[in-house]
Nanobody, 116 residues
Framework: QVQLAESGGGLVQAGESLKLSCLAS????????MAWYRQTPGKERELVAR????????EFGDFVKGRFTIRRDNTKNTVDLQMNNLTREETAVYSC?????????WGQGTQVTVST
């Protein structure tokens, strides 16, 4: 199995930046694509960014508009999400996802709170 652990969440002010990290462990050689999602209470989980096994960013949420960068380091089993110019509406729990063969793996999530 694959385990995912997110870090880097916290409280920032609107307009500031934050970098989230996801560390994979376990059967990491089975991991294909990875992604970051976010969810706020009462709303559906939405895709933030997706990256291929080879480290190519593949898809971003419409709201990103060039502000976020996703990077992957397979030697360290990490995928990072750099978020710039955050808005209050982006307060959410951000979760890491990995496709590991036929399994859909999730981390516990990390809270990001953006204040005005």
């Amino acid at each position: 199995q694959v385990q995912l652990a997110e870090s880097g969440g916290g409280l920032v002010q609107a307009g500031e930046s934050l970098k989230l990290s996801c560390l994979a462990s376990g059967k990491t050689w089975t991991i294909g694509g990875m992604a970051w999602y976010r969810q706020t209470p009462g709303k559906e989980r939405e895709l933030v960014a997706r990256i291929t096994r080879g480290g190519v960013p593949r898809e971003f949420g419409d709201f990103v508009k060039g502000r976020f960068t996703i990077r992957r380091d397979n030697t360290k089993n990490t995928v990072d999400l750099q978020m710039n110019n955050l808005t209050r509406e982006e307060t959410a729990v951000y979760s890491c996802n990995a496709q590991a063969q036929e399994l859909d793996c999730w981390g516990q999530g990390t809270q990001v709170t953006v204040s005005t």
